[in-house]
Structures are given as C-alpha cells and as structure tokens.
C-alpha cells in the first residue's frame, strides 16, 4: 500500500461559466463612425473634382500653349520665308520697269523706217517729257501689280521725283549740246575731231580735193558734232544710273 494517496472529493468538480463581455454602443458612436464614412466619401470626391477643375485643365492649357508657341514659330518661319520671297519679286519688278523704260525714256528706241530711202526719225532724247514717260510706263509693267499696294503707291512717288530730277538733267543737256559750237576752239578741236574715225578716213580721201579752209571746216563740224554727242551720251548715261537707283530704294516697313 503506497504511503500517500490523494483523497479524492467526492463532490462534482464544477467551473463558474464566465459570462461573455458585451458591448453597447452608444448613439453617439454610430453617427461618429457614419460621419466619418461620410467624410472620407466627401474627401474622394473633393480630390476627383480638384484633379477635373484644376489638375486637368492646367495640363491641357500647358499642352495647347505648347502648340500654340510651336504654330507660332511655324509661322514666324514661313512668314519670313514668304517676306523674302516677295523683296526678290519686287526687286525683279522694278528691274524689269528699268529695262522696260529707260531705252524708251532716252531715245534709244527710235522707229527704224522700213524703205532704206526713208529718212531716220529725229532723236527725241532731249525733247520728249522725261517725267511723263517715267510715269506712263509704270502701269505697262505687269510685273509691278504684284507688289502690295503701299509699296506701289511708294514706286509711283518716287517716279514722280526721279522724274523732276531727270527734267533738269536734260534741260541742263539741251543747253550744253545747243553751246557746243561755242565751246569747241583751237585747244580741243583736233582731240575731239580725232574720235570720228570715219571723218577722218574721209578727210584723208579727200585731202587732195578740198582746200585747207573747207578742211578746216570739216574737222570743226566733226569737232562739233562728237562734243554734242558726248554731251548726249553723258546725259543717257545720267538718267540710267539715277533710274537703276530704283533698286536701291529703302522701302516702307512692312505692315504685319
């Protein structure tokens, strides 16, 4: 028989049941939590339209400012491409005006006769209305209706002054070709009758059969008529360069 043993109770060995913790949520919890539910909803879509109304239409306005500034470096572009393009057509406008009416204006495009016995019409170089024929010929140059319409009314001014100016150039030639037997003497008569090659080969021929005073003569009409012809030439050598000045117009800025 063991020494110790545990007596055992007779009586039921019973555990209290612990009853379960429950908690009653207050009123006012159950608006808290609905509140909240409320607020976060409020919240998303506070930050959706913030991201429509503001986010958005900022990027999209960075977009088109960005497509804006490159059309306007696009057109920028072309439209000094275009502006070059029309400083060339308009100065082969007014080239074409200066070749048109400078032989005109001068008299060098004097009608040859068709009948070889017809006498050549008079040089008109010093007679005709300079002025007139610059600005006459100004609408027969079809070129010059492309240019814009101030810079046409700007040609046409200035063909009214280049042509006072040309005026006066050829009355100061029509008196320097009516002085020219005046001006021919013993000091410039042989020079000047030396540039009529065909006189003198004449004046050779016929050395033997005129006298030294008819000789005389004819070296001081050939004297006069290359002094007047000089005077002519430098008179057509002025109205060409002051009518190619027209190319070096400084012309109205353009208007954009």
């Not at 490159?70 to 007014?94: F, I, P």
């Not at 140059?141 to 814009?148: A, C, F, G, I, S």
């Not at 021919?184 to 008569?189: F, T």
């Not at 021929?205 to 004297?223: D, F, I, N, S, W």
């Amino acid at each position: 028989m063991p020494l110790y043993t545990r007596r055992r109770s007779l009586r039921p060995h019973t555990r209290a049941p612990i009853a379960p913790v429950t908690t009653q949520s207050s009123p006012m919890d159950a608006w808290l939590q609905r509140l909240s539910a409320f607020a976060q909803v409020g919240l998303a879509l506070f930050t959706i339209g913030t991201i429509y109304t503001t986010v958005i239409p900022l990027y999209q306005k960075a977009v088109l400012d960005e497509a804006i500034a490159k059309r306007e470096v696009e057109l920028r572009a072309a439209t000094e491409s275009l502006e070059k393009r029309y400083v060339q057509l308009r100065h082969l406008a007014v080239r074409d005006y200066i070749q048109f009416s400078v032989p005109e204006c001068v008299g060098m495009l004097r009608k040859i006769p068709a009948n070889v016995d017809e006498p050549m019409p008079p040089d008109d170089t010093l007679t005709l209305d300079i002025k007139q024929c610059l600005v006459k010929a100004e609408p027969n140059t079809r070129p010059l209706n492309e240019l814009r319409q101030e810079d046409r009314a700007f040609f046409r001014k200035q063909l009214v002054l280049l042509g006072e100016r040309l005026a006066e150039r050829q009355l100061e030639a029509r008196k320097a070709v009516a002085n020219a037997h005046i001006e021919v003497n013993e000091d410039n008569i042989d020079q000047l009758a030396a540039k009529r090659v065909f006189e003198n080969r004449l004046n050779r021929v016929l050395a033997g059969m005129m006298t030294p005073q008819q000789l005389t003569e004819h070296k001081r009409r050939a004297a006069i008529a290359q002094l007047k012809d000089e005077r002519l030439s430098l008179y057509r050598k002025q109205v060409s360069d002051e009518t190619f000045g027209l190319l070096k117009l400084s012309w109205p800025p353009t208007k954009q």
